[in-house]
């Protein structure tokens, strides 16, 4: 089956820690992108990638970073200069063009211990 | 301007009944309308989406409603199931290429049987 695959489902890290979240897609799409969402809140734009090895920054990404060396990966690093990394992080991927979908993996929630 | 703004952030319905969930958006460079729906501890998933050229879109129970004049639109779910409680996510994007979605805050929607 297609689709998009993020791993752990539940992740749990200690302060100062930096913690690298998997995403990995098999939908042959050139767009990858990481959203962070939270409680009572809309999804937020981490990092986006159109083609691979290049990324760019969306409107959150400050203490995370990228890479995007495969078409199918696109794996994100919390690092420890995120002041407030709990949260659940979604993946999701499309084909670069006007009105296309989106589809979304089934998240990640990284606690903060 | 890169806002999208949704309410209610909650709303009941009955069984049967009319649920409405209304975005409204500031710029007018976004080009695509989706709305996502998701179910607790899943990722956001696509129900149905609008160009700005057109007023109206249904699809089976759902319809969106497209004022281009007062920058708003809004989700119709008819004969709402309770199999239709989640969080519905209205968004917009801007530009084409990769799919750089602003998200609505979202509205839990419950429906009372």
């Known amino acids: 089956d297609g689709g998009i695959t993020q791993s752990p489902k539940y992740l749990f890290r200690k302060e100062g820690q930096n913690v690298t979240l998997s995403c990995e897609q098999n939908l042959n799409h050139d767009a990858m992108y990481w959203y962070r969402q939270d409680p009572g809140q809309g999804l937020r734009l981490i990092y986006y990638s159109q083609i691979v090895n290049d990324f760019q920054k969306g409107d959150i990404a400050e203490g995370y970073s990228v890479s995007r060396e495969k078409k199918e990966s696109f794996p994100l690093t919390v690092t420890s200069a995120q002041k407030n990394p709990t949260a659940f992080y979604l993946c999701?991927?499309?084909?670069?063009?006007?009105?296309?979908?989106?589809?979304f993996g089934q998240g990640t929630r990284l606690t903060v211990v | 301007q890169q806002q999208v703004k949704q309410s209610p952030q909650s709303l009941i319905v009955q069984k049967g009944g009319i649920s409405i969930i209304n975005c409204a958006y500031e710029n007018t460079a976004f080009d695509y309308f989706p709305w996502y729906q998701q179910f607790p501890g899943k990722g956001p998933a696509l129900l149905i989406a609008?160009?700005?050229?057109?007023s109206e879109k249904k699809e089976g129970r759902f319809t969106i409603s497209f004022n281009k004049s007062a920058k708003q639109f809004s989700l119709h779910i008819m004969d709402s199931q309770p199999g239709d409680s989640a969080t519905y996510f209205c968004?917009?994007?801007?530009?084409?290429?990769?799919?750089?979605?602003?998200f609505g805050q979202g509205t839990r929607l419950t429906i009372n049987p």
């Open positions: 999701a991927s499309s084909i670069a063009g006007l009105g296309t979908e989106a589809f």
């Open positions: 968004a917009a994007r801007v530009g084409q290429g990769a799919q750089k979605l602003v």
């Open positions: 609008i160009r700005p050229d057109v």
